[in-house]
């Protein structure tokens, strides 16, 4: 029975935040039982010819789900087969976990919890639109920790308006002494069609300078690794024996399953996407209709490609042997000047038989991988 990882999209929340460009909706509760019923035939219909190697409930806020919908969606998920050691996490927001929550994800399997907390200063939560108080995330996480779960992320954020490199650096040691097994650490990007993109075209927002920011990187590379976190990843960092193997698996290019709206998935070869817009999904489900919207083959080049740039944001970069096993070829034969030239520029490095980025090239990777775009 062929492996396989599964992501499970719940598009649900309370409030969307003002940097959110996720597919993700407040203001559609009355579609979640509906929804949920979709997504558990889904589920049934899509995955139940694999083994699932690890799974990961996104959104969305998927703790915003009732005690209910989060038993039968796992229920649901149980009736798989699953391989030896799955990691199976679920996203959950501050400010909507309880007791009860934590007791249903528990009893149904989940052993990683990914806390998106973002900061730990109350003024700058309100600022990028969270629901929650930092004293609510530490109730939350301690009430996690005394049911048992032993393997929790919390994400963070850094580049926010309005965040000093002071406030980063407390911010950081708050979540140190908690210790939780796993925490990324990522930019803030603005994208369009979120709320802060509307406020920075205004010029509303208070952004740090490129300079701030680079020390709020510096300083996250040096506390969190003063603190027992080996950086990975880009933005991920984790203690020894406690990487997020659900990322990895992108990060890798392997295959995986996406199940529920707006989800994607790459499998056999195929990228598929699904229908973006809840009620639509649901009706379509209903109707044993095709929620797909997309689905192609990647070429090669695209192959490569993804390769290139999902492998290089490891730590642990691409190795040259697994790269010609992938594509039955050198990767010198179609990368060997731009690789010789980011060596030179001290943004890669090659040790035996890896090829990864330099910490100057991890700090400016975007430049470095722009490099590896295949002419058309």
Known sequence: MKETSLYIHIPFCKQKCFYCDFPSFAGKEKYREDYIEALCKEILDKCQKYKIKSIFIGGGTPSYLEVHEIKKLLETVNKLQFADNMEFTMECNPGTVNEEKLIAMKDGGINRISFGLQSCNNEL??????????EEFVENYKLARKLGFNNINVDLMYGLPNLTVDLWKDTLAKICSLKPEHISAYSLIIE???AFYTLHMKGKLNLPSEEEEREMDKLTKDILGSGGYNQYEISNYSLE???CEHNKV??????????GSSS?????GFRVVNNPDVKSYIEKIQKNESVE?????NTIKDEIEEYMFMGLRLN?????MEFKQKFNTDIDS?????????????LLELKDDKLSLTVKGISLANEAMSDFILEK
């Open 293 to 297: 919207i997309e689905r192609y083959k």
């Open 241 to 243: 024996g406690r990487e």
């Open 192 to 194: 369009e069609g979120t």
């Open 264 to 268: 994607s998935s790459y499998i056999d």
């Open 334 to 346: 179609i990368y060997g000047n731009i690789i010789e030239k980011n060596i030179k520029r001290d």
């Open 316 to 320: 642990e970069g691409i190795s040259k």
């Open 250 to 259: 992108y990060w890798k290019l392997k295959e995986y399953i996406g199940v």
């Open 125 to 134: 939560l309100k600022v990028i639109g969270r629901i929650h108080t930092y």
